[in-house]
Structure formats: C-alpha cells, structure tokens
C-alpha cells in the first residue's frame, strides 16, 4: 500500500514531469501514471476504519458482592447503588470516576443487543463498521433492484412488514435476509431504512447542530446556504457525518432517475426532513414551521453532496 508520503513525493514528481513537457512538449503518460497512483493511494486510505471517539454511557449501578472501580481500583462501598456502569460496554466505576473517565468507550456486542433505536455511533463501534449496517444493506437492496420505482421513498410500504424487517435486523444483525425473494415489494426496504433513522435516539442531524442546520435553511442566498451548511456539518459526530455522505450520495442517484421515479430533490426532501432531523422541546407551531426549513436543508444537502462531503 502507497502511503500519504510517498503519495505526496509522487505528486511532487508529477507537477515536476509537467513543467518539462510544457517546455519539450512531450506526452503526458508519466504524469497520468502518477496521477492514477496518488488517486489509487487515496481510496485505500479513505477505505480505512475511521476512529470514532464516544462517550461512555454510564448508568447508577447496584453491584452484587464486592466490586472495585476499573478507574481507580479502589473498592465501591455500600450495598446498593455503588457506583455506575456503562451500558455499552460494560465499564464499572465510581460516580465521581466516571466524571474524568477518557470518552474511549468500546461498546460490547454482549451489551448492545438491537440495531433499531440505537446509539448511532455505539452500533458502528459495536460492530466495527463506518455506517450502520441497516443503511448499507438497504441502500445496496434498493440499489440493485434498480431506482426507476415509482415513489420511491414517498410510497409506504406494509407496516407490519417494515416492522417485520426491523425485527430481522435486532434479531440478526448483517445477517438478516432483505431481499426479494422474503420482501418482495421494494417500498418495504426503504420503509424499514426510514424507520431506522426515525427510530435513532439521537437523530442523524444531531440535537446540538440542528439550529445551525436551520439557520442554513434559512439563508435565501445559494451561495452562503453552502457555505453555511459546510460549517454546519463539521459540528456532526463522525459517524453521523459519514452516514449522511453516504445517504445523500445515494438519494442524489435516485433523482438522477427522477424520470422514471417521479423524486427530486425537492421530494426527497419533503420526505426526509423530519426523518433526518428534529429538534428537542419545540412547540407544535416552531415544529410545523421547522418542516419548510428541514426540506430545504436536504434538498440542499443532495443538490450539492459532491461539494460538500
């Protein structure tokens, strides 16, 4: 594998083979070669596991027999409510401990036990992906039957089939059969993935960014929009981040066939706006009038999901 340096040095020599052709005017092979080595060197490297950093999700604990802090490793007094544990990964420690511990929890498959209604990022560290594994099996499912389905993502699926896939997904994980021949009606594969997102207990445009998200959809210049979305986005968990590159990049393959499927990004973003995004504490009328403001930030978010991912 090439690294970053030598990736670099490559490039360098590139721009170096350039400069002497312009002034001999020879063929520009050499520099295609080199171009498609740094290209090459990084896709591998975009490939690698991001390191996802999370925060231990600690609960008040009663621990049976005695037990010790894995901070301090000195012994948890009293008989109930000793200390806190993490429910993800099974970290024990005292309260006041479990205010310094570093935010490097390892979340255990043995304490996370659903994929529905999970911490987005607890479920990719769980099972050591970059995106949840519901989103890539839907969207490949989706994609491979072909997106010409008319409505598709706007027409509903059986409910109780879409609830029949969640079930397969908590009770199987990546192995859980979604194709054809078990579900056979398309709208019940992009029901199950906007029930996921829906279902998130932190939503995929999260609680702290979701005012600099509608201050973006607020702004009626193009221009600012983009760049105000840009910095919006920074402020996303990582694997929020990645798993909203890799839906919009399929919800803008889906209007390239807006033809067939009757959705653009207009459309799409009716759909998903609320799916995607909510904001905590609002009163029916903030909400009502957030929704404009939601399609408008996915709409945006697909129109331009080649400049700003």
Known sequence: MISREDADQLLSQAEGSYLIRESQRQPASVLSQLTSLVRRATLRESD???KYEKVHNFKVHTFRGPHWC???ANFMWGLIAQGVKCADCGLNVHKQCSKV????????????????????TTLVKA???????????????????????????RISGFSELIEDVKLAFDRDGEKADISSSVYEDLN??????????RELPIPLITYDAYPRFMEAGKIGDPEKRLESLHEA???LPPAHCETLRYLMAHLKRVTRCEKENLMSAENLGIVFGPTLMRAPDLDAMTALNDIRYQRL?????????DVLF
Do not use: W
């Not at 511990?101 to 987005?120: A, E, G, I, M, T």
């Not at 019940?188 to 997102?197: E, P, Q, R, V």
């Open 297 to 305: 930030v996915v709409e945006a978010l697909i129109t331009n999901e």
């Open 70 to 72: 894995e901070y301090c």
């Open 188 to 197: 019940i594969i992009t029901g199950a993935l906007k029930l996921y997102f």
């Open 101 to 120: 511990v570093p935010n490097d929890c390892q979340p255990d498959l043995r304490h996370v036990k659903k994929v529905y209604s999970c911490d987005l």
């Open 48 to 50: 690698l596991m991001p």
């Open 233 to 235: 986005l920074k402020l």
């Open 127 to 153: 099972h050591n992906t970059k995106r949840p594994m519901v989103v890539d099996m839907c969207i490949q499912e989706i994609e491979a039957r072909g997106l010409q389905s008319e409505g598709l993502y």
